[in-house]
């Protein structure tokens, strides 16, 4: 089984300008999310879909940050613009469904804004 | 929403010497009670888990034990190795919401 696949792998940007992740689920999962973690910390979640529906975007800071997941299976994250504070890996994980118990993560994307 | 505390945040043990992690929840509506290891650099992975109906869950090293009265859960590792050195998140849960994960105690094993 292909796990969850994340592009790019790292990025580099200046504060202030655009960047956007992408990430491919495990064939069949309907459940996707996008969490952030910033360095010695924990995984924050940033946004949960259920298919191509949001479920929970309550800590998406939504005047900078976007997310979308056409057709239920790919998803892209959005940060425009960015800020200094956005530094971190951006995880992207898949499950079955809302229900199913664990999930699995992407290798991640590690965003660095100088 | 979920609190979630974790104890010690930094743990160092002898090879050979056991570990063990407290998680702390605030939402009695979780059922749901898994721990990932991550290693630096790379992405978080389950490596036990446990539902509510059962109190205690084990794997060869490692085991899970569920107190639900008291809202605590606790990671132990016995018989620790070296490539048991990791940070551990715990996340606890009801189904059909996302994982909520604490910050993370960091387990340095010295041989």
């Known amino acids: 089984e292909a796990g969850v696949a994340q592009s790019p792998r790292y990025k580099i940007i200046e504060k202030r300008q655009s960047v956007a992740f992408w990430c491919n689920p495990i064939?069949?999962?309907?459940?996707l999310y996008w969490y952030q973690q910033i360095l010695g910390q924990g995984p924050k979640l940033l946004i949960q879909f259920q298919n191509n529906g949001v479920v929970d975007d309550s800590q998406l800071p939504k005047d900078r940050f976007s997310a979308e997941r056409l057709k239920g299976v790919d998803s892209t994250l959005k940060i425009q613009p960015a800020k200094l504070e956005d530094s971190a890996v951006y995880l992207c994980?898949?499950?079955?469904?809302?229900?199913?118990?664990?999930?699995?993560f992407g290798s991640g994307t590690r965003l660095t804004v100088v | 929403g979920e609190n979630v505390e974790q104890h010690p945040s930094t743990l160092s043990v002898q090879e050979g010497d056991s570990a063990v992690i407290k998680c702390t929840y605030s939402?009695?509506?979780?059922?749901?009670f898994p721990w990932y290891k991550q290693e630096l650099g790379k992405r978080p992975q389950l490596i036990i888990d446990i539902r509510s109906n059962v109190g205690e869950k084990k794997d060869q090293r490692i085991a899970v034990t569920l107190n639900k009265t008291a809202k605590h859960f606790s990671l132990h590792i016995t018989e620790t190795q070296p490539e048991d050195s990791a940070v551990y998140f715990c996340?606890?849960?009801?189904?059909?919401?996302?994982?909520?994960f604490g910050k993370g105690t960091t387990l340095s094993v010295s041989s």
């Open positions: 939402d009695s509506a979780s059922n749901y």
């Open positions: 064939s069949g999962h309907a459940t």
């Open positions: 994980a898949s499950s079955l469904d809302p229900g199913a118990y664990g999930y699995t």
């Open positions: 996340a606890p849960n009801r189904a059909g919401t996302a994982l909520i």
